[in-house]
C-alpha cells in the first residue's frame, strides 16, 4: 500500500475497492478491538515489497484465564431464530458461528432489502432481529421502522461502530430504549444481550 492509503486503513469506511465490489478488510474493527483489551496493531506497507501486521496481545494470567472460563459456563444457550444483518461479511459470518455454537438457528443479509427478503422467505418467522445502523441501500433503521409499519413486530438489538447511536449524524433519534451493541463487541457481550431481549420478550424461555 502506498502511503496515502497506509495513513486510513483503520477508518471505519475506507476501501479502496470500486462501489458495490465489498467493504474492504474490516480493520477499523479490528483496531477497535486491539484497542479496547489493551493492545495494539500497526501495519508497515510498502508498494511491491509486501505487508506487515503486528499485533501485540497483553499478558494474561492463569487465574485470569480461569475466572473467565467460570463465566462463559453461565452463558445461556438457545433455540431461537436470529436473523442478523450487517453490510460487512465477516461481522455477519463472525456472529452467525457464534450464535450456532450456542443453540440458535441464524439467517444472516447484508442489508435491510436482503432481510425482507430473508423474512419473507422464512414466512416472517424470526425470534430476534440483529442490525448493523449504517448500511448502504436500506439502514437498521429504515428496515426497523419498515418492520414496524407492516405489523411483522420482532425483538431488535441494534449494533454500530459509532461510540453511541446518539453520535451518528441522524435527522432521525434512536429510541434510547431499543437494546445497543457497540462494535467491536465480544462473543460474550453477543451471547448475553441475545439471551437478555429474547427473554425479555418471552419470559417463559429463560434458562
Known sequence: MDRTTLERVFEPFFTTK???????LG????????KKHGGYIGIESQPGQGTTVRLLFPVRSASSH?????TWSHVGKGSETILVVDDEGHVRNVARRILERYGYRVFTAADGHDALRVIEEHGGKVDLLISD???PAMDGRALHRELLETGRLMPVIF?????????M???????PRLPFLHKPWTARQLLAIVREVLDEADPGTGP
Open 18 to 24: 470500486a462501489p458495490g465490489k465489498g467493504s474492504g
Open 27 to 34: 480493520l477499523s474493527m479490528a483496531f477497535g478491538l486491539m
Open 66 to 70: 480461569t475466572a473467565e472460563a467460570r
Open 133 to 135: 445502523l449504517v448500511m
Open 159 to 167: 449494533m454500530s461502530g459509532y461510540a453511541s447511536p446518539e453520535a
Open 169 to 175: 449524524s441522524t435527522a432521525v433519534p434512536l429510541d
